[in-house]
Structure formats: C-alpha cells, structure tokens
C-alpha cells in the first residue's frame, strides 16, 4: 500500500498553522498525570484511525496536532494492518506522547464493524506497548460525559465543545480526529478519579463528577 500526506489542522505556540502528516496513517492501569503530560488520543477503527495530540501544561490545555489514518477498503487487510502500525509509529516518533487514552470496544456496532475495530485495535495496542507508552481505555459515554457534560452527545455538540474547551479556530474535522481529542480531552479531565465504578450509584456520581468537569451540572 501507498503512503501518502495529508494536510491537517495543527496547533503550536497559540496560533494555528497547517502542517503535513502522514494520514494513509491524530492494558496498563490509568497512571496520573503529571504537572505537564502531552497526551495521544486515540479513536480507533480499520477504515479511518483519528488520533489527536494534546498537551496540559499549568491547568492550560493545548491541542499540538490532529488528524486521521486511513486505509483503503480494497487493499488486503495485513496490509490494512501494516499501513496503521508505520504510521501510528510516526505520529508516536514525532509527538512523544507521555501517556496514551483509547476508546474502548463499543458493542452496539454491527458485528462486521465490532471485528474490524478490534482488528485494528490490537495492532494499534501492541504498537503502544512496543514504544513502552501507558495505556488508558475510556469508553465512548464517559468520553461525551467529559466533553460535554452529556452521555448521548451527537458529533456537532462533541465537537462545538471540543472547539470551546480547547480554543481552536473552527470545529475539529474529520469526526474521528476530532472523537480522539475528545478522548485525549477525557483522560486529562479524569486521570484523579478512581477507575469508572459499575454500581448505579456509584456510576452516577463518577458521570455528575465528569459533568462538572465539563462545566455542566447534570
């Protein structure tokens, strides 16, 4: 498979310019974070890969880098595979991400759809811990809890808050960079709580907690 560059919205020193990334190419225990932490998020899928790099330094949050890694639907899928591995390698090369936060397997997709992203999940797993970087998993609800204050967000309010907390220019495309942000945006919201409690009561005061992170009272 060919690799090509694609032009993407990158963030540097407070003001905006357009950088080249290579896009055919933006489980350890959830670590704290420190007083200034660059984060990768990571939204992962077969077809398109969103990745998003965000850095938290003195309470002030800065978007460094996004974008999305795509393959082509008619090329073999080890190849599919291969193309994410180089170029997920290049993004972690060029960033030097301190920590990682990925978007857990979400089951209501259709089975064909559940099997590639788990596919391409596990490619993306082993890369991370081949560069020995450690790994949090959120799933989507507690990702849109922490963006927005609310669990069954759409992709325009994710990313009009997305826009508002992390002071970009216009709303983050395309949608699965811009879901990596999110989740990079949920880790840094959230690395101080307990790992996500199970029980009703206990769940809705974790999801009331991300709320007010959000700025939203639920």
Known sequence: MKTHLKTVRRVDAG???RGEIPSQISLSPRLPVSPSQIVLGIDPGLATTGWGVVEKAAGRLRVIAYGAINTAAGAALAERLR???????IVIDRFRPQAVAIEELYFAKFAVSIAATAQARGVILV????AGLPIS???P???KIATTGFGAANKIQIQSMLQRHLCLEILPKPDDAADALGIALCHLQTF???KIPTSRRSRAAFEADLAARAGVRL
């Open 15 to 17: 003001t905006e310019r």
């Open 83 to 89: 193309a994410i591995r180089h170029e997920l390698k």
């Open 127 to 130: 890369t991370l811990a081949e």
């Open 137 to 139: 998993e959120y799933n």
């Open 141 to 143: 609800r507690a990702v």
């Open 192 to 194: 101080a709580l307990m």
